[in-house]
Nanobody, 124 residues
Framework: VQLQASGGGLVQAGGSLRLSCAAS???????MGWFRQAPGKEREFVSA????????GYGDSVKGRFTISRDNYKNTVYLQMNSLKPEDTAVYYC???????????????????WGQGTLVTVSS
């Protein structure tokens, strides 16, 4: 599985962005997740969604503001980010996990495939 993230950019606080992650190769069955990493900080779980889309999870810092979704016909997962804050500034990575034990894996080590990252900058 190869992942290509896009949609990052510069936005003012309170604004919105939608990230996309397009997968090539097998997409069926994978849990798809988003992580982010700010300079000098560890990679942080943002959100994940099961293959069917029936279950999703979010990190505490983004709950109520971000929404994950996927289109299995297009092999694409999305992250809609609303009410952005300067502390959301980071490189955002999409990742894929094959049949994880937990339906919504929180740990980066669970994910086998990673995209290249897309930079999101939120100005105050």
């Amino acid at each position: 599985v190869q992942l290509q993230a896009s949609g990052g950019g510069l936005v003012q606080a309170g604004g919105s962005l939608r990230l996309s992650c397009a997968a090539s190769g097998r997409f069926n069955g994978y849990v798809m997740g988003w992580f982010r990493q700010a300079p000098g900080k560890e990679r942080e779980f943002v959100s994940a969604i099961t293959w069917s889309g029936s279950t999703s999870g979010y990190g505490d810092s983004v709950k109520g503001r971000f929404t994950i979704s996927r289109d299995n016909y297009k092999n694409t997962v999305y992250l809609q980010m609303n009410s952005l804050k300067p502390e959301d500034t980071a490189v955002y990575y999409c990742a894929a996990a094959w049949l994880p034990t937990d339906p919504i894996p929180l740990k980066a080590l669970t994910y086998s495939y990673w995209g290249q990252g897309t930079l999101v900058t939120v100005s105050s």
